[in-house]
């Protein structure tokens, strides 16, 4: 098996080095996460065998696998995979704001969420699920030719500060990932997510920031500009809103915490000077799975 890691390496990474940068980077980054157990690996109606399990009380005798059950003195019920894909929409936040990186050896905010929500669909779709984009003419779909639709309309971007989430598109009773570093106005999203829970939609909030968002490590002198440069504030004590922001920020983060709590979703904060594996793996799962987690 040593000898043939050799070739399958080389030919993964000679396709990969053909592909655009962003594909290029999401395609090593998905292949570093261990897919795991898939949500649709449930009991259900399909072609693919997934499990033997114990008769229960109410199997028919027709679906008791004689043959495996000759081999021990209990009867088995041989299980499929149940075969239903899921569809999942993706809205990552093209404002100004995201373009913010405190130090030029992070990554801005864009393309740390550009590069999550495309290995995130380069997993599920990988997993036989459908994956689009909403607000634009990309419906759920799989295959190769989505994923480079997908790839190409993530470079999108606004001149507005902050975005409110596009969730026209949305397929009823499906799931959605809006990334976003959501410091703008609150209600557009408050009512997004209501409206998407009335049609059965659920999902995940993954929120980016940078570090220095967080923790704040102004002092002294300090000009604040916006991205878009529409908005300017000078002070020469800033450590001395420190504290006030700090307590906003909290105040937010809690904020969609709750919202994602009271509509079904589930919420996560990822920072750009983390790991981006670690970040997918737990999208992967939230989406997938319908894991909680932080």
């Known amino acids: 098996m040593t000898q043939n890691a050799a070739p399958l390496r080389a030919r993964a990474e000679a396709e990969t080095a053909r592909l655009p940068p962003l594909l290029a980077r999401a395609d090593r980054l998905a292949r570093t996460v261990m897919m795991g157990e898939h949500g649709r690996r449930r009991?259900?109606?399909?072609?693919?065998?997934?499990?033997?399990?114990?008769?229960?009380?109410?199997?028919?005798?027709?679906?008791?696998?004689?043959?495996?059950s000759a081999r021990s003195d209990a009867q088995f019920v041989r299980q499929r995979e149940w075969k239903l894909a899921q569809s999942v929409m993706l809205w990552v936040d093209p404002a100004a704001s995201m373009r913010f990186a405190?130090?030029?050896?992070?990554?801005?905010?864009?393309d740390r969420a550009r590069l999550l929500a495309l290995a995130v669909t380069l997993l599920l779709e990988r997993g036989g699920e459908r994956v689009g984009m909403t607000g634009t003419a990309l419906p759920p779909r799989r295959g190769a030719a989505q994923i480079a639709r997908i790839a190409e309309a993530l470079g999108a971007e606004s001149g507005e500060e902050h975005a409110a989430?596009?969730?026209?598109?949305?397929?009823?009773?499906?799931?959605?990932?809006?990334?976003?570093?959501?410091?703008g106005d609150p209600d557009p999203l408050r009512a997004a997510l209501v409206a998407a829970a009335d049609r059965g939609v659920r999902g995940v909030l993954c929120q980016v920031l940078d570090p220095a968002e967080e923790a704040f490590p102004y002092r002294g002198r300090t000009i604040f500009q916006s991205m878009a440069g529409t908005l300017s504030h000078e002070t020469l004590r800033a450590d001395d809103l420190r504290g006030r922001y700090l307590d906003r920020l909290a105040a937010r983060k809690d904020a969609l915490a709750s919202l994602a709590a009271a509509t079904g979703w589930q919420y996560g904060c990822h920072h750009t000077d983390a790991g981006a594996q670690a970040a997918l793996l737990w999208l992967y799962r939230a989406i997938s799975e319908g894991r909680g987690g932080a």
Do not use: C, E, N
């Open 43 to 68: 009991a259900g109606t399909g072609d693919d065998f997934w499990q033997y399990r114990p008769v229960q009380p109410g199997d028919a005798r027709g679906a008791i696998d004689w043959r495996r």
């Open 102 to 110: 405190s130090q030029s050896a992070l990554p801005d905010k864009a």
């Open 165 to 183: 989430p596009d969730m026209t598109g949305l397929v009823p009773h499906g799931r959605a990932l809006l990334i976003s570093d959501f410091l």
